[in-house]
């Protein structure tokens, strides 16, 4: 029974110390183990933090190369095709625009047609196959580039008119000038003023005049004739104004090509067929050198500013013979157009136009070129008289010297028309 008992405890005992032994190798083995894996990690950790320093010091500079060819494209071109190179006015609008289109970041091609409309319709092809980006056109012949235009406008080529509206084409996308029936209004009220047509009107007196209006093939002629129709019509209606010649329709006051010599021959027919024994008072014309001519027809009927019988006279343009004559008190007045404003604002429009925006429009009603209405830009203009004319010379338009040759200063005495012109008995 001892024996029994004693094999039994020492069983348990041997039972207990492996239970014992397998607990501590296993807690031992699991130590190991953390030991282990804590080491792995921690050097797992120091590994990735190297790579991580290594990786920000070797980063890569962000890549500009997009924006520097961005920077690297060619500018866009853009044609710019005027109607004559010997004409001052043109051939200063082409340094003009030229000078804004390079300071707007353009290149372009400036092209003269010298007053030929064929000449002027083959470069539009030759710059439509170099693929230009716009074209800016003053037309030598508004009615000669309809089929020349055709393919600019299939290949989606903006095409801008500058100064004298593209008749008859779907392709012109805008225009730029300057608003011919604000002229035409602003000569209107000159005469009302200067003539005191209301004074006039009251005391049943009236005054001779004539018109001199621009080319029948220009629709800008067109407008301006309205302008000045719109301020005088009621003074002819109640015969305040007299047209002796009866010529006072667009048809028959105006002036093919704004043809000077063609003006003088006109106003020698009407004097000689409508002002024998009658003074002529006021010639209403719608450009400078229209008056160039009717001074000399008037000159050899032998009626001269110093003669007393002297017509009020209008002019558009300030051309220096008209600022001359403003300055000397022999023409009344004329109107400034600045041509740099109209050269800038029509960069302005194509640039703003090749940005993808709409560029600004101040008239999308009147200027219809025969195929659609023409969204318009119009620039102000200046009515010049000789209260105000040094304007001019302080903008260096022109010097005091050519204004003024020889230094020879303005006469004193007043010889406005209203002074010098004789009124006519009342027609009725």
Known sequence: MKRKTAAILLGMIVSASLIIGCGSNEATEAASQGEQ??????????TQAAEKEEGEETKPEEDTSTEEQEEEEEPKTVAVLLPDSDDERWAADGENIQSELEAAGYESRLLYADGDGEEQASQVLEMTEEGVDAFLI???????????????????????????LI?????????????????????????????ELEKAREEARSYNIEFFMGSPDDLKSLFLYNGVMEVLQPYLDDGTLVCQSERTSFNDTSVMRFSESEAERNLSEILEEAYQGKTLDIICTSFDSAVTGVIDALDQVGISPEGGQWPML??????????????????????????ETLAKEAVNMVDTYLKGEDPEVTDYEQYDNGKK??????????????????????????????????????????TDAQVSAAPTPDPD
């Open 37 to 46: 894996t804590g080491g792995e990690d921690e050097e797992q950790e120091k």
């Open 314 to 339: 209008t002019g558009v343009g300030c051309e220096l013979e008209a600022v001359q004559r403003i300055a000397a008190g022999s023409q009344a007045v004329s109107v400034y157009m600045d041509r």
């Open 167 to 195: 008749m008859d084409s779907d392709a012109v996308s805008y225009y730029v000038t300057f608003n011919s029936r604000e002229i035409g209004q602003a000569l209107g009220n000159a005469i009302v003023e200067r003539m």
């Open 138 to 164: 003053s037309p030598a012949d508004a009615y000669a580039l309809s089929d020349a235009l055709v393919q600019a406008k299939e290949q989606d080529i903006p095409v801008f008119s500058y100064d004298e």
């Open 373 to 414: 209405i023409i969204g318009t830009y119009t620039c102000e203009i200046q009515l010049i008289d000789r209260d105000n004319y040094e304007l001019l010379i302080d903008k260096g338009y022109y010097t005091e010297e050519e204004v003024l040759p020889e230094g020879a200063a303005p006469r004193e005495e007043e």
